[in-house]
């Protein structure tokens, strides 16, 4: 599939997913989130798929918030209607998706860009990376998620603090705040994330997406993630995968996993 604002690549196995509007900053207009969400879903039934990584595209910006010209004359429903079809579409959908997806934080990631960030399954950044949700400084609060995923990576003071300010940090202050797992310099970003997806895809991807639902149910209202842990472990000595797992560790040799 061929898209306006972004470009998905495949290789050895990875999909690379890159924003691409770097005169707007990456800046995350209705257009750019239903491409995305079409991106994410080609790339996560892709056999072929077993990492994503999301970029930006330039030297500046990861993504520099949602796209503020076309929700500044929006009225109160409008800005429901805003928020709830983002979250649809692009940000818990990206949170639940089977296939691991990383963020590799170019430069700004704000707003839009740092909830887009959160919802990856984890996140790597460049040294002059910046992070912020600045929404209040335009009169409104975040809406893809960023109060409640901020807080659950960083812990509720700091949060607050990031988005009552409407501060930035930089790239250090966010890997010691548990926001990034890793800090590169800019050149080495894609291949550091390239190598950690390589990692990733030697291993059972039936696994993988089981461990995203267990983990992902701890932070459900209403679910006990125990349970969740026992139904998605149980689950995993059904498939071929397992078998290959086992066998080959018996075996004394590397596993070659189907993926089933
Ligand atoms: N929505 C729409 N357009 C945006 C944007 C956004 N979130 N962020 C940047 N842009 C556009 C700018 O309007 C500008 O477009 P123009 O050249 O047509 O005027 C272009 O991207 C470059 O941005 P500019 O502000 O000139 O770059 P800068 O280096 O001076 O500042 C930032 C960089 C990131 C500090 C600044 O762009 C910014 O504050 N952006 C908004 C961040 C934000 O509030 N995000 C949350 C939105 S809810």
């Known amino acids: 599939m061929s898209y306006a604002n972004i470009l998905s690549e ?9 924003i691409n509007r770097p005169s707007k900053l990456n800046a995350l207009n209705k257009e750019t989130i239903n491409e995305l969400h079409d991106a994410f879903k080609e790339a996560d039934l892709d056999k072929n798929t077993k990492v994503i990584i999301v970029t930006g595209s330039g ?29 649809e579409l692009l940000f818990n959908f990206i949170e639940n998706l089977s296939t691991p997806v990383i963020a590799a934080i170019n430069g700004f990631a704000l707003g839009g860009g740092l909830e887009l960030a959160m919802a990856c399954h984890f996140r790597m950044a460049s040294d002059h990376a910046k992070m912020g949700l600045p929404e209040v400084s335009l009169g409104v609060i975040p809406g893809y998620g960023g109060t409640q995923r901020l807080p659950q990576l960083v812990g509720k003071g700091r949060a607050m603090e990031l988005i009552m300010t409407a501060g930035m940090i930089d790239a250090d202050s966010a890997l010691s705040y548990g926001l990034v797992n890793h800090v590169t310099t800019q050149e080495e970003l894609l291949p550091f994330c390239e190598k950690i997806a390589g990692k990733i895809t030697r291993n059972s991807s039936v696994a993988i997406s089981a461990a995203i639902r267990a983990v992902n149910a701890n932070f459900k209202d209403g679910v006990n993630g125990f349970n969740t842990e026992i139904q998605e472990f149980g689950n995993c000595f059904g498939s071929d995968d397992f078998t290959e797992g086992t066998k080959a560790f018996l075996e004394k040799r590397k596993a070659d996993f189907p993926g089933k």
Not at 70 to 80: R, W
Request: aromatic share 8%.
């Open 10 to 18: 495949e290789n050895n196995s990875i999909t690379t997913i890159t």
């Open 59 to 87: 030297e500046k910006a990861f993504v520099a918030g949602a796209d503020i010209s076309e929700f500044a004359n929006y009225n109160i429903e409008e800005g429901k209607i805003l928020a709830a079809k983002g979250q």
